[in-house]
């Protein structure tokens, strides 16, 4: 008879765990009272203060590369791998900003917007009889101590359509080392005679 009871305990509790369980889930209730803020916390002691710092020292240039100064490398026109290139005489990017600084440049292909490089244009034309041509345009440049280059590539090699005039925006940026080198003075940019 205590079997008979315990297994019918068993079983009914069983039976409620089983069904009880199931349904659809309710609506979540309504938010609670916020509780009182806690008391501020003590400051902290000052800390050391830091050593003085000589600053951050900037140039910026704009650089305008005219359609007859690019330089097409590589062999013939329409070759594979072909490219165009100009190189740019910067007095003012010394051996100092090239080891410790920063060089970045703009390209403004829309007077008034500016666009990081490398810059990848998508571009498309259709003929006078209907035919289509997509390629893509990237700018992109270098810099060693003194110059920096400047290139064009098309994806389509189609190196006899040569590029347009373009300005460049250059944003070079350096601090004073150990040495107290500042870099040499900010000078003009001027195109060499020869690339």
């Known amino acids: 008879m205590i079997f008979t009871a315990v297994a019918t305990v068993f079983a009914a509790a069983l039976v409620l ?10 609506p979540m ?3 609670g009272v916020p509780g009182q803020n806690g008391q501020n916390g003590q400051d902290g002691r000052n ?23 690019w330089v097409l490398t590589d062999g013939q026109a329409d070759g594979l791998n072909t490219y165009f290139f100009a190189q740019v005489r910067v007095p003012a990017l010394s051996q100092y ?10 390209i403004e292909n829309i007077d008034g ?16 009889n209907g035919e289509t041509f997509l390629w893509t345009e990237t700018y992109d440049f270098d810099f060693s101590p003194g110059f920096m280059g400047f290139y064009t590539t098309y994806s389509d090699f189609s190196t006899s359509i040569r590029p347009e005039t373009k300005t460049f925006h250059v944003v ?5 080392g150990n040495n107290g080198e500042r870099g040499s003075s900010p000078a003009s940019f001027v195109l060499p005679e020869a690339f």
């Open 97 to 106: 900003i090239y080891d410790n600084g920063a060089v970045i440049a703009y």
């Open 17 to 26: 765990t089983c069904v009880s369980c199931e349904g659809k889930m309710g």
């Open 47 to 69: 800390g050391q203060d830091g050593r003085n710092g000589d600053g951050a020292y900037w140039a910026s240039y704009d650089i305008t590369i005219d359609a007859d100064d």
């Open 113 to 128: 917007v500016k666009n990081g490089m490398p810059f990848v244009w998508h571009r498309g034309e259709q003929t006078d």
């Open 29 to 31: 209730g309504p938010q």
């Open 172 to 176: 070079m940026f350096w601090n004073i």
